[in-house]
């Protein structure tokens, strides 16, 4: 309906050089398929342990985005739980800094969001995302999904895709959350499922040249704990 407002909600953490170029060049083709929107995007810097460069020039080029940071790393459900609720919005989608998925699905999740009347829009990775992964995420992301479905009750395979839609209804259950971990969205999903909450699917792929980082192993050791708390729960 005419007059909705969109929030987009971009997580970073120790973003590689030139990180600014690319943001930047989405965002201006993001603002052509969104001229009739009014839309923010809102950057939460997750305590980066590096100089954030540029970030002033994006912020005077784009009157549209909102910047916040605070000092210590706490997780990515973290940020987009911070990010989510810092400003009102009709619906709100949230993405990685480098647009793993391009911008234009940014524009299709929030065309389902507004006329479908679903409270949440799923993004789903096809098989070649999983075939370019590091071979320990790859492992890790096929023993995961297997995962997901059984906590989502067989109806959710693909919980991590990193590109969500969310209405209001959605938001409050986000923001109920208490994973920080990246496996805030099985527990986001989790938790939807079982207040009954709508939602559709849209499939997702990588752009190219796109650079996975490798899970270190406190990084898979936090993440498994995270799971096995969600398992239990």
Known sequence: MPGDKLNIII????????????????????EKKLKETEFTVIIVNDGSTIQINKMESIINRFNYVKYYSYPVNRGKGYAIRYGINAS???????????????????????????????????????????????LKRRIYSFLLKELNFFVTGFK?????????????????????????????????????LKQGLTYKFINVSCRQNIKFTNFRFRILLKETISLLKLLFN
């Open 88 to 134: 009102e919005a009709d619906f709100y989608i949230y993405t990685d800094i480098d647009f793993p998925f391009g911008y234009q699905i940014i524009y299709q999740a929030y065309q389902i969001l507004k006329t479908s009347k679903t409270n949440i829009v799923i993004g789903t990775r096809d098989a070649s995302y999983f075939r370019i992964l590091p």
């Open 11 to 30: 997580p970073l953490f120790n973003p590689h050089a030139g990180w600014e170029n690319q943001f930047a060049d989405h965002l201006s083709e993001l």
């Open 156 to 192: 959710i395979k693909d919980t991590q895709a990193g590109l969500k839609g969310l209405d209001n209804r959605a938001k409050k259950v986000l923001s109920g959350t208490q994973t920080n971990t990246f496996l805030f969205e099985l527990e986001f999903l989790k938790n939807s």
